[in-house]
């Protein structure tokens, strides 16, 4: 708010300063302090003129982002949505994609697995692409590589949602989980410290980076950024946009 202000106050005085070379002078200076004053008591007298300024460059600010994101996700398309290290859930064949970038410590990502649970239990045509996004310390990047690990085993899923299930996560804790989901521990360990896990995850964040991406959860829905916890409801509307979207192009 106080950037947009600024901004454009800064316009204001712009725009008076511009006024001042434009008065017909014949020669003599232009006095430019007087023409301020008549911007400033204008402004004093018509306050809501700031308003309106702020809202427009607030919504030039955000068309721009918007553009800018869209085609940044178009851009890494293929890394979004067919990496060959990203677990996949649902139909692989499906007509939409849903790509989530989460973190495991992350309790708004604990709000949304409701959201995409539903959504793979009910939608047989949607393809759901899961993005590790480590961002908030290292018992996140520790799960994130023991997730990564699990499914070479065959065993992403129900292990990512026992994980986003715990309330708070340690190590110990992410290793007993995998026990408890039927998973090879040992294994597990061995697979986390493959380099090639690790760079996996690097390019993710850089990935997101692109995107504009800079929190958790954040969801890529056909070509449309959508940042924050989604519910179900709303992601059925998203994925049915998406899906109008791609038979429309």
């Known amino acids: ?4 202000m600024a901004a454009a106050l800064a ?3 712009l725009m008076a300063s511009l006024a001042a070379e434009a008065q017909p ?8 302090g007087a023409i301020e004053k008549i911007v400033r008591d204008y402004l004093l007298k018509n306050p809501e003129v700031i308003e309106e300024a702020i809202g427009v460059l607030r919504a030039k600010r955000q068309e721009e982002e918007r553009r800018r994101t869209e085609a940044a996700i178009a851009e890494n398309g293929e890394a979004l949505r067919a990496h060959p290290l990203s677990p996949v859930s649902g139909n692989a064949e499906g007509d939409v994609t849903v790509v989530e970038f989460f973190d495991y410590q992350c309790g708004y990502c604990k709000r949304a697995l409701p959201a995409m649970t539903a959504l793979l239990k009910e939608d047989p045509n949607v393809r759901v692409v899961w993005k590790e996004f480590p961002i908030l310390g290292p018992v996140s990047d520790f799960a994130a590589r023991a997730s990564m690990a699990a499914d070479r085993q065959g065993g992403y899923y129900p292990f990512h949602l026992a994980l986003m299930k715990e309330p708070e996560l340690t190590e110990g804790k992410v290793l007993e989980i995998a026990g408890k989901t039927g998973l090879d521990t040992a294994r597990l360990q061995q697979d986390m410290l ?8 690097d390019e993710t964040r850089a990935l997101g980076q692109r995107i ?9 829905i056909g070509g449309t950024l959508v940042p924050g916890v989604v519910d179900a409801a709303r992601m059925k509307e998203l994925v049915a946009a998406a899906r109008a979207g791609a038979d429309s192009g």
């Open 1 to 4: 708010m106080k950037r947009a």
């Open 11 to 13: 316009a204001l005085a």
């Open 25 to 32: 002078n014949h020669g003599a200076k232009p006095d430019r």
């Open 194 to 201: 493959d380099p090639a896990i690790r760079a996996y995850i």
């Open 212 to 220: 504009g991406i800079s929190g958790t959860p954040a969801f890529v």
